[in-house]
């Protein structure tokens, strides 16, 4: 299995290994430093949340056919012009 760090919610708390999740608790309770790397968090997931939004809204995979290598491709080139451009 890969070591690859993944950036998940709160609900897979307790998953372990590489999954990285933020800090459990109100935000007012937390350390600054907790806040901090909170934020950091939410930063990175948003970028992964809007891939996937995008990807939704264009309805891109649905009636695509093809080899899940060329499917990978596909959709890192149209994401990375769609946020060099927008």
Do not use: F
């Amino acid at each position: 299995m890969a070591n690859i760090a993944c950036w998940a919610d709160k609900v897979h708390r307790g998953a372990g290994g590489p999954i990285r999740v933020p800090y459990h608790g109100r935000w007012h309770n937390l350390s600054p430093g907790q806040q901090a790397v909170n934020r950091s968090h939410t930063r990175i997931r948003a970028l992964g949340e809007r891939a996937v939004s995008t990807l939704k809204a264009w309805r891109l995979l649905r009636r695509l056919r093809c080899s899940t290598t060329r499917i990978t491709d596909l959709t890192g080139v149209v994401l990375a012009l769609h946020l060099n451009t927008g």
